[in-house]
T-cell receptor
Framework: EPEVTQTPSHQVTQMGQEVILRCVPI?????FYWYRQILGQKVEFLVS????????KSEIFDDQFSVERPDGSNFTLKIRSTKLEDSAMYFCASSPGQGIVGSYNEQFFGPGTRLTVL | AQSVTQLDSHVSVSEGTPVLLRCNYSSSYSPSLFWYVQHPNKGLQLLLK??????LVKGINGFEAEFKKSETSFHLTKPSAHMSDAAEYFCVVSGPFSGNTPLVFGKGTRLSVIA
Protein backbone atom coordinates (compact mmCIF):
# COMPACT_ATOMS: atom_id res chain seq x y z
CA GLU A 1 0.00 0.00 0.00
CA PRO A 2 1.40 3.42 -0.90
CA GLU A 3 2.46 5.55 2.04
CA VAL A 4 3.96 8.91 2.85
CA THR A 5 7.57 8.73 3.99
CA GLN A 6 9.62 11.28 5.91
CA THR A 7 13.31 11.68 6.54
CA PRO A 8 15.05 11.90 8.87
CA SER A 9 13.07 10.35 11.68
CA HIS A 10 14.96 12.49 14.19
CA GLN A 11 16.96 15.66 13.58
CA VAL A 12 19.03 17.42 16.20
CA THR A 13 20.31 20.91 15.43
CA GLN A 14 21.77 23.96 17.11
CA MET A 15 19.72 27.11 17.54
CA GLY A 16 20.16 29.42 14.55
CA GLN A 17 20.96 26.63 12.11
CA GLU A 18 18.93 25.89 9.00
CA VAL A 19 17.14 22.55 8.74
CA ILE A 20 15.36 20.86 5.87
CA LEU A 21 12.77 18.21 6.58
CA ARG A 22 11.98 15.90 3.71
CA CYS A 23 8.81 14.13 2.69
CA VAL A 24 7.88 11.88 -0.20
CA PRO A 25 4.09 12.10 -0.67
CA ILE A 26 2.03 9.39 -2.32
CA UNK A 27 2.86 9.55 -6.00
CA UNK A 28 -0.47 10.52 -7.60
CA UNK A 29 -1.51 12.98 -4.89
CA UNK A 30 -1.89 16.66 -5.67
CA UNK A 31 -2.17 18.39 -2.27
CA PHE A 32 0.60 18.43 0.31
CA TYR A 33 0.65 19.61 3.90
CA TRP A 34 2.90 20.16 6.88
CA TYR A 35 1.66 19.95 10.44
CA ARG A 36 3.61 20.05 13.68
CA GLN A 37 3.08 18.88 17.24
CA ILE A 38 5.00 20.46 20.09
CA LEU A 39 5.41 17.98 22.93
CA GLY A 40 2.25 17.85 25.01
CA GLN A 41 0.31 20.11 22.66
CA LYS A 42 -2.06 19.69 19.73
CA VAL A 43 -1.13 18.82 16.18
CA GLU A 44 -1.22 22.19 14.37
CA PHE A 45 -1.55 23.00 10.69
CA LEU A 46 1.37 24.86 9.14
CA VAL A 47 0.88 25.01 5.38
CA SER A 48 -0.78 23.42 2.38
CA UNK A 49 0.69 23.31 -1.11
CA UNK A 50 -0.95 22.74 -4.47
CA UNK A 51 0.10 23.26 -8.07
CA UNK A 52 3.58 24.38 -7.00
CA UNK A 53 2.43 27.12 -4.69
CA UNK A 54 1.21 27.63 -1.16
CA UNK A 55 -2.58 27.40 -1.05
CA UNK A 56 -3.05 28.12 2.64
CA LYS A 57 -0.85 28.82 5.66
CA SER A 58 -1.30 29.38 9.36
CA GLU A 59 0.01 32.16 11.59
CA ILE A 60 2.79 29.83 12.68
CA PHE A 61 4.17 29.68 9.14
CA ASP A 62 6.17 32.91 9.20
CA ASP A 63 9.13 34.07 7.11
CA GLN A 64 11.42 31.55 8.80
CA PHE A 65 9.56 28.74 7.07
CA SER A 66 9.43 27.80 3.42
CA VAL A 67 8.23 24.83 1.41
CA GLU A 68 9.32 23.46 -1.91
CA ARG A 69 8.67 20.60 -4.25
CA PRO A 70 12.06 20.57 -5.93
CA ASP A 71 11.86 17.53 -8.16
CA GLY A 72 8.27 16.36 -8.53
CA SER A 73 8.55 13.72 -5.82
CA ASN A 74 10.01 15.31 -2.69
CA PHE A 75 8.22 17.93 -0.62
CA THR A 76 10.43 19.83 1.80
CA LEU A 77 9.98 22.12 4.76
CA LYS A 78 12.87 24.48 5.46
CA ILE A 79 13.37 26.39 8.68
CA ARG A 80 15.94 29.11 8.03
CA SER A 81 17.14 29.90 11.52
CA THR A 82 15.84 27.47 14.09
CA LYS A 83 14.66 28.57 17.52
CA LEU A 84 14.25 26.50 20.66
CA GLU A 85 10.48 26.69 20.26
CA ASP A 86 10.70 25.00 16.85
CA SER A 87 11.40 21.73 18.66
CA ALA A 88 8.45 19.52 17.72
CA MET A 89 7.27 16.53 15.71
CA TYR A 90 6.68 17.58 12.11
CA PHE A 91 4.16 15.62 10.06
CA CYS A 92 3.85 15.67 6.30
CA ALA A 93 0.58 14.67 4.64
CA SER A 94 -0.81 14.38 1.14
CA SER A 95 -4.27 14.02 -0.36
CA PRO A 96 -5.52 13.07 -3.82
CA GLY A 97 -7.12 16.46 -4.41
CA GLN A 98 -9.70 15.07 -6.77
CA GLY A 99 -13.41 14.98 -6.28
CA ILE A 100 -16.21 17.48 -6.06
CA VAL A 101 -16.86 20.28 -3.62
CA GLY A 102 -18.48 18.83 -0.51
CA SER A 103 -16.58 15.58 -0.75
CA TYR A 104 -13.70 14.69 1.46
CA ASN A 105 -10.20 13.78 0.35
CA GLU A 106 -8.43 11.84 3.06
CA GLN A 107 -5.13 13.26 4.16
CA PHE A 108 -2.50 10.53 4.41
CA PHE A 109 0.16 11.20 7.01
CA GLY A 110 3.80 10.24 7.28
CA PRO A 111 5.41 8.96 10.50
CA GLY A 112 6.84 12.36 11.37
CA THR A 113 10.27 13.89 11.94
CA ARG A 114 11.18 14.76 15.49
CA LEU A 115 13.15 18.03 15.46
CA THR A 116 15.18 18.90 18.53
CA VAL A 117 16.73 22.37 18.70
CA LEU A 118 19.47 22.78 21.31
CA ALA B 1 -13.31 29.12 14.36
CA GLN B 2 -13.35 25.38 14.83
CA SER B 3 -11.97 23.40 17.73
CA VAL B 4 -12.15 20.01 19.34
CA THR B 5 -11.76 19.01 22.95
CA GLN B 6 -10.76 15.50 23.89
CA LEU B 7 -11.98 15.06 27.40
CA ASP B 8 -9.44 12.45 28.53
CA SER B 9 -5.70 12.56 27.98
CA HIS B 10 -5.33 8.90 28.97
CA VAL B 11 -7.79 6.00 29.05
CA SER B 12 -6.92 2.55 30.32
CA VAL B 13 -9.13 -0.49 29.71
CA SER B 14 -8.82 -4.23 30.12
CA GLU B 15 -8.65 -6.40 27.03
CA GLY B 16 -12.15 -7.47 25.97
CA THR B 17 -13.92 -4.55 27.65
CA PRO B 18 -15.57 -1.61 25.86
CA VAL B 19 -13.66 1.47 24.79
CA LEU B 20 -15.04 5.01 24.98
CA LEU B 21 -12.92 7.98 23.89
CA ARG B 22 -14.74 11.27 24.27
CA CYS B 23 -14.65 14.25 21.92
CA ASN B 24 -16.60 17.49 21.82
CA TYR B 25 -16.37 19.92 18.94
CA SER B 26 -17.09 23.55 18.28
CA SER B 27 -17.87 24.81 14.80
CA SER B 28 -19.77 27.73 13.35
CA TYR B 29 -21.09 25.55 10.52
CA SER B 30 -21.72 21.87 9.85
CA PRO B 31 -18.36 20.24 10.38
CA SER B 32 -16.63 17.21 9.00
CA LEU B 33 -15.28 15.11 11.87
CA PHE B 34 -12.66 12.39 11.97
CA TRP B 35 -10.79 10.10 14.27
CA TYR B 36 -7.15 9.39 13.52
CA VAL B 37 -4.97 6.83 15.29
CA GLN B 38 -1.23 6.87 15.74
CA HIS B 39 0.68 3.76 16.71
CA PRO B 40 4.25 4.21 17.99
CA ASN B 41 6.65 5.26 15.24
CA LYS B 42 3.87 5.24 12.66
CA GLY B 43 2.00 7.96 10.79
CA LEU B 44 -1.51 9.16 11.58
CA GLN B 45 -4.07 6.75 10.15
CA LEU B 46 -7.70 7.62 9.46
CA LEU B 47 -10.05 5.45 11.56
CA LEU B 48 -13.35 6.91 10.43
CA LYS B 49 -15.01 10.09 9.18
CA UNK B 50 -18.32 11.90 9.41
CA UNK B 51 -19.17 14.16 6.48
CA UNK B 52 -22.91 14.89 6.92
CA UNK B 53 -24.24 11.52 5.84
CA UNK B 54 -25.22 8.88 8.43
CA UNK B 55 -24.69 10.02 12.02
CA LEU B 56 -23.40 6.61 13.13
CA VAL B 57 -20.12 6.04 11.38
CA LYS B 58 -18.30 2.73 11.24
CA GLY B 59 -14.56 2.64 10.82
CA ILE B 60 -11.74 0.18 10.64
CA ASN B 61 -10.86 -2.39 13.33
CA GLY B 62 -14.37 -2.42 14.82
CA PHE B 63 -14.43 1.24 15.87
CA GLU B 64 -17.44 3.46 15.42
CA ALA B 65 -18.49 6.98 16.34
CA GLU B 66 -21.80 8.78 16.58
CA PHE B 67 -22.26 12.40 15.56
CA LYS B 68 -24.63 14.11 18.03
CA LYS B 69 -25.32 17.67 16.99
CA SER B 70 -27.39 18.48 20.09
CA GLU B 71 -24.47 17.50 22.31
CA THR B 72 -21.72 18.68 19.90
CA SER B 73 -20.07 15.32 20.47
CA PHE B 74 -18.34 12.70 18.35
CA HIS B 75 -17.31 9.98 20.79
CA LEU B 76 -15.35 6.97 19.60
CA THR B 77 -16.38 3.52 20.79
CA LYS B 78 -15.46 -0.11 20.37
CA PRO B 79 -17.32 -3.01 22.01
CA SER B 80 -14.26 -5.04 22.92
CA ALA B 81 -10.69 -3.75 23.23
CA HIS B 82 -7.78 -5.64 21.76
CA MET B 83 -4.15 -5.30 22.77
CA SER B 84 -3.36 -3.94 19.31
CA ASP B 85 -5.69 -0.98 19.95
CA ALA B 86 -3.16 0.59 22.31
CA ALA B 87 -2.22 3.86 20.59
CA GLU B 88 -2.80 7.60 20.55
CA TYR B 89 -6.20 8.70 19.18
CA PHE B 90 -6.95 12.13 17.76
CA CYS B 91 -10.35 13.70 17.21
CA VAL B 92 -10.20 16.09 14.26
CA VAL B 93 -12.54 18.67 12.72
CA SER B 94 -12.52 20.23 9.28
CA GLY B 95 -14.72 22.50 7.20
CA PRO B 96 -17.72 21.18 5.32
CA PHE B 97 -16.36 22.09 1.94
CA SER B 98 -13.95 20.43 -0.44
CA GLY B 99 -11.76 18.21 1.67
CA ASN B 100 -8.42 19.81 1.10
CA THR B 101 -8.82 22.27 3.95
CA PRO B 102 -6.59 22.16 7.03
CA LEU B 103 -7.45 19.74 9.78
CA VAL B 104 -7.90 20.96 13.37
CA PHE B 105 -6.75 18.38 15.91
CA GLY B 106 -7.61 17.68 19.51
CA LYS B 107 -4.78 17.06 21.98
CA GLY B 108 -5.10 13.32 21.73
CA THR B 109 -6.10 10.48 24.04
CA ARG B 110 -3.64 7.73 24.82
CA LEU B 111 -5.39 4.37 25.03
CA SER B 112 -3.75 1.66 27.12
CA VAL B 113 -5.06 -1.90 26.98
CA ILE B 114 -4.28 -4.17 29.91
CA ALA B 115 -4.08 -7.92 29.42
Amino acid sequence: EPEVTQTPSHQVTQMGQEVILRCVPISNHLYFYWYRQILGQKVEFLVSFYNNEISEKSEIFDDQFSVERPDGSNFTLKIRSTKLEDSAMYFCASSPGQGIVGSYNEQFFGPGTRLTVL
Amino acid sequence: AQSVTQLDSHVSVSEGTPVLLRCNYSSSYSPSLFWYVQHPNKGLQLLLKYTSAATLVKGINGFEAEFKKSETSFHLTKPSAHMSDAAEYFCVVSGPFSGNTPLVFGKGTRLSVIA
